[in-house]
């Protein structure tokens, strides 16, 4: 019986046309056994955690101290970064600062263990305003790692109070801008707000925009694009859950 594969010098030739399809699916098979000796899929437990998930300094507090867990059966280095953080509408901005001192800078935690890490302040708070930064605590690659490796990347904001007692003022509006239409929200304040839940009425938002977790930093802004469907209306109702407080406000459209 006639072989389907035939070697010859290294290479595999067809040998009937037959044989084809038998080939491709063992080249196939072939692939991915082979890919799969180098790419490695993390496991829900195979995973950083971190508490709190929001810092805040001041004079009377100058350091703060945050826990993260290795969920994983392997031990994992970390590396921390200091940002400052600004934005404009949903455009953020990060940059290298020295404001803030975080230690240790790289860890390595054993399997099912926590390290403890510090974020303390180099500089004097503002006397009016709120500072805001990003904390990341990354992930690094394993040294034996051989093909791609999926590494974490957390991202904590920090805040540094004022000496004076600061809030967040925000407001509200909706703008029209070519043929498009946007709901904007202002924080002329001195602290920042955060928007843990949104909701329109009617129901104008796009399908893309995000409805949570959203961060007003003071003296910035933020945006959401509407539908046409807002047009079509003479008022908008938000409703917002703005750090556990619930608000209303009608707005009008035209």
């Known amino acids: 019986m006639q072989s389907l594969l035939e070697v010859t010098k290294g290479r595999v030739t067809q040998a009937s046309k037959t044989s084809l399809p038998f080939y491709s699916l063992f080249r196939t098979s072939l692939l991915i056994l082979i890919m799969g ?7 829900q437990a195979d995973t950083l955690g971190v508490s709190p998930v929001r810092v805040t300094l001041s004079a009377q507090n100058p350091v703060a101290s945050i826990t993260v867990k290795n969920a994983s059966d392997r031990p994992k280095s970390i590396q921390l970064r200091l940002y400052n953080w600004q934005h404009e509408g949903q455009k953020t901005q990060l940059t290298a600062t020295k404001d803030l001192i975080a230690a240790p800078p ?15 302040l180099r500089i004097k708070p503002d006397s009016e305003i ?37 809030q967040n003022k925000l407001n509200w509006r909706v703008e029209h801008r070519d043929d498009s239409s946007f709901l904007v929200v202002e924080n002329s304040g001195t602290a920042h707000a955060k928007i843990n839940q949104l909701s329109l009425n009617p129901p104008a938002l796009t399908n893309s925009a995000p409805t949570g977790n959203i961060y ?4 910035s802004y933020y945006e959401w694009k509407l539908s046409s469907e807002v047009k079509k209306h003479n008022e908008l109702v938000v409703k917002a859950d703005i750090l556990g407080d619930a608000v209303s406000q009608t707005l009008p459209t035209h």
């Open 37 to 43: 000796l180098f790419v490695s899929f993390p496991s």
């Open 106 to 120: 790289i860890a390595v935690i054993p399997a099912n263990q926590t390290q403890i890490v510090r974020v303390g």
């Open 130 to 166: 709120e500072k805001s930064y990003r904390l990341m605590i990354e992930e690094l690659p394993p040294k034996d790692n051989v093909g791609i490796a999926m590494t974490l990347r957390i991202s904590i904001p920090v805040f540094i109070a004022p000496e004076k007692a600061a």
């Open 216 to 219: 007003i930093l003071p003296n």
